[in-house]
């Protein structure tokens, strides 16, 4: 399969040019490649940019959050709506109940992910220390191919880890060579502030961003950077959305430590406002990190071009109006859909109001993440011998964001009504059409479980 004529975009170049596929993967790549009788197939990319199919390392599909309460987009639907919007490779979690063996956890996951039709990892998820916890990492990071474990400040009820639980976690990742992606908000302060305003009758979604103040944020990431060093351990901050938190991050960076982290487009593109809606819809914000106030998202988009982040991701997990109605805010699940509209957001109000390059563009939706998760060069590069995942992208696409014409399985968006520009025009993943003509092409269960290598692009 032959691609012509296109302007093909990396992180690092641009130029029109042509690209050879075999066997799934590129052959060759340059600025003019004759066909021959062996190319079956000419794509004229003409008017359009080529870019490396993206890859989102945050999703959430099916994850369970309560007695009968999941996130409503399965790996089918959520990864079907990643690919129509250019997303060829997911990174989702393995999150084991407190005190189940991390294989058997893994082993049910890696089930629930065989529908993705998206090319997919794990990151796995530590909930609890024990004594079998370092050696079941040391198994994950050897025979899985995973090489990254997650952990959570918040969410102490449930998930999320205690000091004295995260240091042994940073160790054993250290010695095993992996990275530590963390949520840093502080649990105890979150828990404090949501029992405080339950008790005084404060209940509607407007006190969820209240409960979850920026302060929270700041001083967690401090304190995840503070026993990462300690550790020395590498570790990824998951979905930054405040100016404080990034302030610990840049020094932490500049001090030298191996640190990187990621944003959300709805951290660059919504504020907090939008709780002010009547509770049945701002219910559908409702996410933690929560939506800040104005003048966030600004020093966000900044992050991005100083690399202070280098990646943006979805955190996909959405829900459904009934499922996050509930009279009581704190009970809401939290989380959003996102994963099909990463690219056309981050393209429209990213690339053309010149917030970020658009080899930056390409950097922190494939190159980036792909290199920090292992995944890099056979995912998020265009280079001789990589997968080939190709994104073809029209960017005279005019359209809007809408729950009624979204894959994702939810009747919300919260970017609902959102001018976009540019959509994917044909996908290539591992040399076949994923995406042509708007139609997903790829079944149930086309995508591939990939084992990822050691992470890297430290500073
Ligand atoms: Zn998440």
Redesign the pocket.
């Known amino acids: 399969m032959l691609i012509e004529k296109g302007t093909i975009v990396t992180e690092s170049t641009s130029f029109q040019g042509d690209i050879l596929i075999s066997g799934g993967k590129i052959k060759e790549i340059g600025e003019k490649i004759e066909k021959t009788s062996s190319t079956t197939k000419v794509i004229d990319a003409g008017g359009c940019f080529v870019f490396p199919g993206a890859v989102d390392v ?1 999703v ?1 599909m099916e994850l369970p959050v309560g007695p009968g309460l999941c996130s409503s987009d399965d790996f089918e639907s959520g990864s079907r709506a990643a690919l129509a919007g250019g997303t060829t490779t997911i990174i989702d ?1 393995v999150t084991p109940l407190r005190g189940q063996p991390l294989p058997e956890a893994l082993a049910q996951r890696k089930e629930q992910a065989r529908k993705s039709l998206c090319d997919y990892g794990l990151h796995m998820s530590i909930t609890s220390w024990n004594k079998h916890t370092a050696s079941e990492m040391k198994n994950c990071v050897e025979k899985e191919g995973i090489t990254s474990f997650k952990v959570y400040m918040a969410y102490k009820d449930t998930i999320g880890l205690e000091d004295r639980e995260l240091i042994p976690v940073m160790d054993t990742a250290a010695k095993l060579g992996a990275l530590v992606a963390v ?1 840093c908000e502080n649990g105890d302060v979150i828990k404090y502030l949501q029992e405080k305003f339950l008790s005084q009758g404060k209940t509607s979604p407007r006190f969820h961003p209240l409960s979850r103040p920026a302060a929270v944020e700041r001083e967690a990431v401090l304190r995840a950077l503070t026993l990462s060093a300690a550790a020395g351990c590498a570790l990824y901050i ?2 930054v959305s405040t100016e404080g938190a990034l302030a610990e991050i840049a020094a932490a960076r500049l001090a030298g430590q191996k640190v990187l982290a990621e944003t959300c487009p709805h951290y660059l593109l919504l504020e907090k406002k939008e709780y002010l809606r009547p509770d049945s819809a701002a219910a559908a914000y409702v996410m933690s990190p929560p939506l800040r106030p104005k003048g966030h998202g600004a020093a966000l988009w900044q992050a991005l071009r100083d690399d202070v982040l280098q990646v943006a991701a979805t ?1 996909h ?1 959405p829900f459904n109006r009934k499922q996050a109605s509930h009279p009581d805010f704190s009970k809401i699940p939290n ?1 959003v859909a996102g994963v099909e509209n990463r690219l056309a957001l981050l393209y429209t109000y990213g690339v053309l109001q010149d917030k970020i390059s658009l080899n930056r563009f390409v950097e922190i939706t494939a190159s980036a993440p792909a290199k920090i998760f292992g995944l890099y060069p056979r995912k998020g590069a265009l280079q001789p011998g990589s997968d080939a995942d190709i994104l073809i992208w029209d960017p005279a696409y005019e359209g809007v964001i809408s729950a009624e014409t979204h894959l994702h399985n939810c009747d919300t968006n919260i970017f609902e009504g959102f001018p976009i520009k540019g959509k994917p025009r044909l996908i290539i993943r591992r040399g076949k059409i994923a995406y042509e003509k708007d139609s997903v092409m790829l079944k149930k269960g086309a995508g591939l479980y990939i084992p990822r290598g050691a992470p890297g692009l430290y500073p």
């Open positions: 945050h959430h979690f949520h998951v979905h955190d997990c989380g």
